[in-house]
């Protein structure tokens, strides 16, 4: 793969939040992407109120269950659009390929008659 990678297992960090809570700014990071409970929610904001914007954020998004069903469609079928569009573009260099190699055996063919028609008439 050409990205870096980190898989970060968040069901085996929620037990260390139980255990430890959020010590420093990647435990609120995966705190603010990994839990749900509202315990922990409070928490968080208290300690790091720069995650209060994106909780009401989160919050007004799903307030309006239209918007939040349009968006994660719209993007689905723009992921579906671009995969299409690529499916498409491989079928067709697929297809150039295959008649580029037809052309070059059908130019050998007429190359191979043309020398034998030359050397038909010149006896």
């Known amino acids: 793969m050409l990205q870096?990678?980190?898989f970060i297992p968040v069901d085996i960090f929620l037990e260390k939040l139980h255990n430890s809570?959020?010590?420093s700014e990647l435990d609120a990071w995966l705190t603010f992407l990994g839990c749900d409970e509202s315990e922990?929610?409070?928490n968080l904001i208290d300690t790091h109120p720069n995650f209060?914007?994106?909780?009401?954020?989160l919050y007004s998004i799903c307030q309006n269950t239209e918007r939040m069903m349009?968006?994660?469609?719209?993007?689905?079928?723009?992921?579906?659009?671009?995969n299409t569009v690529k499916y498409m573009v491989?079928?067709?260099?697929?297809?150039n390929k295959e008649k580029d190699a037809t052309i070059a055996e059908q130019a050998a063919t007429i190359a191979k008659l043309q020398e034998e028609l030359q050397k038909y008439q010149s006896k």
């Not at 209060?52 to 954020?57: A, I, M, S």
């Not at 491989?90 to 297809?95: I, N, P």
């Open 52 to 57: 209060k914007p994106l909780y009401y954020d």
């Open 70 to 82: 349009t968006m994660f469609f719209s993007e689905e079928l723009k992921i579906l659009d671009d």
């Open 40 to 42: 922990y929610i409070l």
């Open 90 to 95: 491989d079928q067709l260099e697929e297809s």
């Open 4 to 6: 870096k990678f980190i």
């Open 21 to 23: 809570g959020v010590q």
